[in-house]
């Protein structure tokens, strides 16, 4: 069973910066993609920042395009997600997301919560 173990989220002021990180039980080169989604209350899960699992190539919501950035460590298993210029529109829950050929697997969620 595939486990992915986030961590990283916390209490930020606007224009603060967090970095979460995703780690897998597996390879993350056995996954199509890794992505990171967020769910703010009332709302629906939305992506925020997809990569491919055997290489760079990114996808971001126009929302966060330019704050943003997911990188991953091979060696490590591990996918992060690089937030700055965190705005209070950005606080939701984060769970992390494997995809591999179809079959997706999430983590528990971690808050992120931006207010002064």
């Known amino acids: 069973q595939v486990q992915l173990v986030e961590s990283g989220g916390g209490l930020v002021q606007p224009e603060g910066s967090l970095r979460l990180s995703c780690a897998a039980s597996e390879s993350i080169f056995s996954f199509n993609t890794m992505g990171w989604y967020r769910q703010a209350p009332g709302k629906e899960r939305e992506l925020v920042a997809r990569?491919?699992?055997?290489?760079?190539?990114?996808y971001y919501a126009d929302s966060v395009k330019g704050r943003f950035t997911i990188s991953r460590d091979n060696a490590k298993n591990t996918v992060y997600l690089q937030m700055n210029s965190l705005k209070p529109e950005d606080t939701a829950v984060y769970y992390c997301n494997a995809d591999r050929y179809g079959t997706g697997f999430w983590g528990q969620g971690t808050q992120v919560t931006v207010s002064s």
């Open positions: 990569i491919r699992g055997s290489s760079s190539t990114s």
